[in-house]
C-alpha cells in the first residue's frame, strides 16, 4: 500500500544553516511524483518542489533541493540558509500515477528556525 | 494570477447540520481535489473531480459528497455532521496534464468547527 514516512514530528535549526527533513515513501508503482509542501500556521499549503521517479538529477528551487534516493525509497528535503520565514508544518506527498491527482501526505515535520 | 480560493473561510455547525463548502481553481484548472486536515488523522484526500465528475474518492462515508460544476467550481458538502468533522478543508487544482508533473495548488482552507 502507498504510504509517506515522516520521522521528525519536530526539528530546530539555527537561522542561516542548513537543514535536511527526512521523507520515505512506499509504493508499488513504478511511476510516481514526490511533492514537498510548506503550511504556515495561516493553514494554507504552499507547493516547494517536485520530484518524479524518472528523474535522473535531484530538483531544486531555490533555497529547496530534494535529496532523492530511489533505491532506499526517500526524499528528503534541504533547505539551505535556513530564514525566520520557514518556520512552519513541512509535508512530504506523493501521487502515483494511475491515481490521478490522489496526493498521499506524510504526518509532516515542524521547522523551527532560530534567530 | 489568482490562486485557488475557498469560502467561506470559518464556519460554526451544530452536530447534525448539514454544510457546504465552495472551492474556485486558479483559472485553466480543470481538476479539483478535497482533503481533510485533523491533528489525529493529518491530511487526507477526500475526492477529486474532473470535467463535472467524480474520478477518485477517499475512504469517507456518504456523507461527504462534492460536485463540480462546468466553470471548474466545485462545492463539497457534509450532511449530519458530527463533532469529529471539526478540521480544516483544503482545496487543491491543477491543470490536469498527462505527467505526473503537474503540481496540485491549494487554497487556504475552510476552519469547520463542529459543536
Known amino acids: 500500500a502507498q504510504k509517506i514516512t515522516q520521522t521528525q514530528p519536530g526539528m530546530f535549526v539555527q537561522e542561516k544553516e542548513a537543514v535536511t527533513l527526512d521523507c520515505t515513501y512506499d509504493?508499488?508503482?513504478?511511476?510516481?511524483?514526490l511533492f514537498w509542501y510548506k503550511q504556515p500556521s495561516s493553514g494554507e499549503m504552499i507547493f516547494l518542489i517536485y520530484?518524479?521517479?524518472?528523474?535522473?538529477q535531484n530538483a531544486t528551487e531555490g533555497r529547496y533541493s530534494l535529496n532523492f534516493q530511489k533505491a532506499r525509497k526517500s526524499a528528503n528535503l534541504v533547505i539551505s540558509a535556513s530564514q525566520l520565514g520557514d518556520s512552519a508544518m513541512y509535508f512530504c506527498?506523493?501521487?502515483?500515477?494511475?491515481?490521478?491527482?490522489?496526493?498521499?501526505f506524510g504526518q509532516g515535520t515542524e521547522l523551527s528556525v532560530k534567530p | 494570477k489568482a490562486g485557488v480560493t475557498q469560502t467561506p473561510r470559518y464556519l460554526i455547525k451544530t452536530r447534525g447540520q448539514q454544510v457546504t463548502l465552495s472551492c474556485s481553481p486558479i483559472?485553466?484548472?480543470?481538476?479539483v481535489s478535497w482533503y481533510q486536515q485533523t491533528p489525529g488523522q493529518g491530511l487526507q484526500f477526500l475526492f477529486e473531480?474532473?470535467?463535472?465528475?467524480?474520478?477518485n474518492k477517499g475512504n469517507f462515508p456518504g456523507r461527504f459528497s462534492g460536485r463540480q460544476f462546468s466553470n471548474s467550481r466545485s462545492e463539497m458538502n457534509v450532511s449530519t455532521l458530527e463533532l469529529g468533522d471539526s478540521a480544516l478543508y483544503l482545496c487543491?487544482?491543477?491543470?490536469?496534464?498527462?505527467?505526473?508533473?503537474?503540481?496540485?495548488?491549494f487554497g487556504p482552507g475552510t476552519r469547520l468547527t463542529v459543536l
Open positions: 487543491a487544482s491543477r491543470r490536469e496534464t498527462s505527467g505526473l508533473t503537474d503540481t496540485q495548488y
Open positions: 509504493t508499488s508503482d513504478p511511476s510516481y511524483g
Open positions: 520530484q518524479g521517479s524518472y528523474d535522473q
Open positions: 506527498a506523493m501521487r502515483e500515477r494511475n491515481q490521478g491527482g490522489k496526493l498521499i
Open positions: 483559472s485553466g484548472h480543470r481538476s
Open positions: 473531480y474532473f470535467s463535472e465528475t467524480q474520478r
